[in-house]
T-cell receptor, first 113, second 111 residues
Framework: EAGVAQSPRYKIIEKRQSVAFWCNPI?????LYWYQQILGQGPKLLIQ????????DSQLPKDRFSAERLKGVDSTLKIQPAKLEDSAVYLC???????????FGSGTRLTVV | GEDVEQSLFLSVREGDSSVINCTYT??????LYWYKQEPGAGLQLLTY?????DMKQDQRLTVLLNKKDKHLSLRIADTQTGDSAIYFC???????????FGSGTQLTVLP
Protein backbone atom coordinates (compact mmCIF):
# COMPACT_ATOMS: atom_id res chain seq x y z
CA GLU A 1 0.00 0.00 0.00
CA ALA A 2 1.12 3.57 -0.57
CA GLY A 3 2.45 5.30 2.52
CA VAL A 4 1.57 8.62 4.07
CA ALA A 5 2.50 11.38 1.63
CA GLN A 6 3.64 14.80 2.77
CA SER A 7 4.74 17.91 0.91
CA PRO A 8 6.84 19.88 0.66
CA ARG A 9 9.87 18.03 2.06
CA TYR A 10 11.65 21.25 2.96
CA LYS A 11 10.59 24.86 3.46
CA ILE A 12 12.55 27.94 4.45
CA ILE A 13 10.63 31.10 5.29
CA GLU A 14 11.24 34.34 7.10
CA LYS A 15 9.62 34.99 10.46
CA ARG A 16 6.15 36.49 10.24
CA GLN A 17 5.53 34.79 6.89
CA SER A 18 2.88 32.12 6.38
CA VAL A 19 3.39 28.49 5.41
CA ALA A 20 1.19 25.48 4.72
CA PHE A 21 1.90 21.76 4.78
CA TRP A 22 -0.09 19.04 3.11
CA CYS A 23 -0.68 15.42 4.07
CA ASN A 24 -2.37 12.55 2.25
CA PRO A 25 -2.90 9.60 4.62
CA ILE A 26 -3.10 5.92 3.76
CA UNK A 27 -6.34 5.15 1.97
CA UNK A 28 -9.04 4.13 4.42
CA UNK A 29 -7.28 5.43 7.52
CA UNK A 30 -9.85 7.36 9.51
CA UNK A 31 -7.48 8.89 12.04
CA LEU A 32 -4.90 11.51 11.11
CA TYR A 33 -2.35 13.19 13.35
CA TRP A 34 -0.01 16.15 13.00
CA TYR A 35 3.09 16.04 15.20
CA GLN A 36 5.84 18.65 15.66
CA GLN A 37 9.37 17.33 16.16
CA ILE A 38 11.91 19.91 17.30
CA LEU A 39 15.54 18.94 16.76
CA GLY A 40 16.74 16.60 19.49
CA GLN A 41 13.26 15.93 20.85
CA GLY A 42 10.53 13.37 20.36
CA PRO A 43 7.42 14.18 18.34
CA LYS A 44 4.72 16.14 20.15
CA LEU A 45 1.09 15.98 19.11
CA LEU A 46 -0.43 19.12 17.62
CA ILE A 47 -3.82 17.88 16.46
CA GLN A 48 -5.76 14.65 15.89
CA UNK A 49 -8.60 14.18 13.41
CA UNK A 50 -11.14 11.36 13.24
CA UNK A 51 -12.50 11.49 9.69
CA UNK A 52 -13.14 15.22 9.21
CA UNK A 53 -13.69 16.07 12.88
CA UNK A 54 -11.15 17.31 15.41
CA UNK A 55 -10.64 14.88 18.30
CA UNK A 56 -7.89 16.73 20.17
CA ASP A 57 -6.29 20.09 19.44
CA SER A 58 -5.43 20.96 23.02
CA GLN A 59 -1.73 21.37 22.23
CA LEU A 60 -2.16 23.35 19.02
CA PRO A 61 -1.10 27.03 19.38
CA LYS A 62 -4.34 28.30 17.96
CA ASP A 63 -3.23 31.92 17.75
CA ARG A 64 -0.97 30.99 14.84
CA PHE A 65 -1.59 27.37 13.86
CA SER A 66 -4.63 26.00 12.09
CA ALA A 67 -5.44 22.66 10.50
CA GLU A 68 -8.26 21.18 8.52
CA ARG A 69 -9.34 17.91 7.00
CA LEU A 70 -12.39 18.96 5.08
CA LYS A 71 -13.37 15.76 3.28
CA GLY A 72 -11.93 13.35 5.81
CA VAL A 73 -8.96 12.47 3.61
CA ASP A 74 -6.22 15.04 2.93
CA SER A 75 -5.20 17.52 5.58
CA THR A 76 -3.39 20.85 5.63
CA LEU A 77 -1.56 22.46 8.53
CA LYS A 78 -0.95 26.20 8.40
CA ILE A 79 1.22 28.54 10.41
CA GLN A 80 0.47 32.25 10.22
CA PRO A 81 2.60 34.14 11.18
CA ALA A 82 5.64 31.93 11.73
CA LYS A 83 8.09 32.41 14.59
CA LEU A 84 11.71 31.30 14.87
CA GLU A 85 10.71 28.65 17.43
CA ASP A 86 8.44 26.99 14.86
CA SER A 87 11.53 25.59 13.13
CA ALA A 88 10.96 21.84 13.32
CA VAL A 89 9.95 18.79 11.34
CA TYR A 90 6.19 18.49 10.96
CA LEU A 91 5.14 14.87 10.80
CA CYS A 92 1.81 13.56 9.61
CA UNK A 93 0.65 10.09 10.67
CA UNK A 94 -2.46 8.05 10.06
CA UNK A 95 -4.08 4.96 11.51
CA UNK A 96 -7.20 2.89 10.90
CA UNK A 97 -8.60 3.88 14.26
CA UNK A 98 -7.34 5.67 17.32
CA UNK A 99 -6.32 2.36 18.93
CA UNK A 100 -4.18 1.17 16.04
CA UNK A 101 -0.50 1.67 15.27
CA UNK A 102 0.53 4.75 13.34
CA UNK A 103 2.15 5.04 9.93
CA PHE A 104 4.22 8.20 9.63
CA GLY A 105 5.07 10.26 6.58
CA SER A 106 8.62 11.48 5.95
CA GLY A 107 7.81 14.91 7.33
CA THR A 108 8.27 18.51 6.26
CA ARG A 109 11.37 20.23 7.61
CA LEU A 110 10.56 23.89 8.29
CA THR A 111 13.28 26.45 8.89
CA VAL A 112 12.20 29.93 9.99
CA VAL A 113 14.91 32.58 9.61
CA GLY B 1 0.52 13.14 33.55
CA GLU B 2 2.36 11.22 30.91
CA ASP B 3 6.14 11.36 30.71
CA VAL B 4 8.50 9.09 28.81
CA GLU B 5 12.24 9.18 29.47
CA GLN B 6 15.12 7.72 27.48
CA SER B 7 18.89 8.03 27.59
CA LEU B 8 20.19 10.15 24.72
CA PHE B 9 23.06 8.12 23.27
CA LEU B 10 24.25 4.52 22.93
CA SER B 11 27.27 3.19 21.03
CA VAL B 12 27.91 -0.48 20.36
CA ARG B 13 30.25 -2.55 18.20
CA GLU B 14 28.88 -4.31 15.16
CA GLY B 15 27.78 -7.82 16.10
CA ASP B 16 27.18 -6.98 19.75
CA SER B 17 23.76 -6.67 21.35
CA SER B 18 22.22 -3.25 21.97
CA VAL B 19 19.86 -2.52 24.84
CA ILE B 20 17.84 0.69 24.74
CA ASN B 21 15.96 1.61 27.88
CA CYS B 22 12.84 3.66 28.53
CA THR B 23 10.86 4.62 31.61
CA TYR B 24 7.32 5.90 31.70
CA THR B 25 5.14 7.34 34.41
CA UNK B 26 1.55 6.53 33.51
CA UNK B 27 0.59 3.25 35.16
CA UNK B 28 -2.52 3.01 32.98
CA UNK B 29 -0.44 2.57 29.82
CA UNK B 30 -2.02 -0.07 27.64
CA UNK B 31 0.39 -0.30 24.71
CA LEU B 32 4.07 0.58 24.52
CA TYR B 33 5.84 1.04 21.22
CA TRP B 34 9.30 1.23 19.73
CA TYR B 35 9.86 3.36 16.65
CA LYS B 36 13.02 3.81 14.55
CA GLN B 37 13.90 7.05 12.78
CA GLU B 38 16.65 7.21 10.19
CA PRO B 39 18.07 10.57 9.06
CA GLY B 40 15.59 12.59 7.04
CA ALA B 41 12.86 9.99 7.40
CA GLY B 42 9.66 9.60 9.35
CA LEU B 43 9.21 7.18 12.21
CA GLN B 44 8.96 3.48 11.43
CA LEU B 45 7.10 1.21 13.83
CA LEU B 46 9.42 -1.61 14.93
CA THR B 47 7.38 -3.44 17.50
CA TYR B 48 4.92 -2.95 20.32
CA UNK B 49 3.90 -4.74 23.49
CA UNK B 50 0.61 -4.89 25.30
CA UNK B 51 0.77 -4.05 28.98
CA UNK B 52 -0.28 -7.53 30.11
CA UNK B 53 2.83 -9.05 28.52
CA ASP B 54 6.35 -9.28 29.99
CA MET B 55 8.25 -10.04 26.83
CA LYS B 56 7.85 -10.05 23.10
CA GLN B 57 10.36 -11.38 20.59
CA ASP B 58 10.43 -10.60 16.89
CA GLN B 59 13.50 -11.86 15.00
CA ARG B 60 16.46 -9.82 16.30
CA LEU B 61 14.27 -7.65 18.52
CA THR B 62 13.28 -8.46 22.09
CA VAL B 63 11.05 -6.17 24.12
CA LEU B 64 10.99 -6.52 27.91
CA LEU B 65 8.37 -4.82 30.06
CA ASN B 66 8.58 -4.39 33.83
CA LYS B 67 5.23 -2.92 34.79
CA LYS B 68 6.12 -2.63 38.47
CA ASP B 69 9.09 -0.37 37.69
CA LYS B 70 7.45 1.16 34.59
CA HIS B 71 10.52 0.18 32.59
CA LEU B 72 10.64 -0.88 28.95
CA SER B 73 13.67 -2.07 27.03
CA LEU B 74 14.48 -2.95 23.44
CA ARG B 75 17.25 -5.45 22.80
CA ILE B 76 18.69 -5.71 19.30
CA ALA B 77 20.73 -8.87 18.80
CA ASP B 78 23.70 -8.95 16.41
CA THR B 79 23.56 -5.19 15.85
CA GLN B 80 24.42 -4.09 12.32
CA THR B 81 25.53 -0.74 10.91
CA GLY B 82 22.09 -0.41 9.34
CA ASP B 83 20.61 -0.32 12.83
CA SER B 84 22.22 3.09 13.44
CA ALA B 85 19.28 5.44 13.96
CA ILE B 86 17.26 7.19 16.65
CA TYR B 87 14.95 4.89 18.59
CA PHE B 88 11.82 6.29 20.22
CA CYS B 89 9.81 4.72 22.97
CA UNK B 90 6.12 5.70 23.05
CA UNK B 91 3.21 4.93 25.30
CA UNK B 92 -0.52 4.97 24.87
CA UNK B 93 -2.19 5.41 28.22
CA UNK B 94 -5.55 3.86 28.95
CA UNK B 95 -7.81 6.75 28.09
CA UNK B 96 -5.49 8.56 25.69
CA UNK B 97 -6.08 8.36 22.01
CA UNK B 98 -2.61 9.48 21.03
CA UNK B 99 0.94 8.32 21.57
CA UNK B 100 3.35 10.14 23.87
CA PHE B 101 6.97 9.85 22.73
CA GLY B 102 10.26 9.94 24.56
CA SER B 103 13.10 12.15 23.32
CA GLY B 104 14.79 9.30 21.51
CA THR B 105 18.05 7.36 21.88
CA GLN B 106 20.69 7.83 19.20
CA LEU B 107 22.19 4.41 18.50
CA THR B 108 25.59 4.42 16.81
CA VAL B 109 26.98 1.12 15.58
CA LEU B 110 30.76 1.09 15.25
CA PRO B 111 32.50 -1.21 12.75
Amino acid sequence: EAGVAQSPRYKIIEKRQSVAFWCNPISGHATLYWYQQILGQGPKLLIQFQNNGVVDDSQLPKDRFSAERLKGVDSTLKIQPAKLEDSAVYLCASSLGDRDGYTFGSGTRLTVV
Amino acid sequence: GEDVEQSLFLSVREGDSSVINCTYTDSSSTYLYWYKQEPGAGLQLLTYIFSNMDMKQDQRLTVLLNKKDKHLSLRIADTQTGDSAIYFCAERAGSARQLTFGSGTQLTVLP
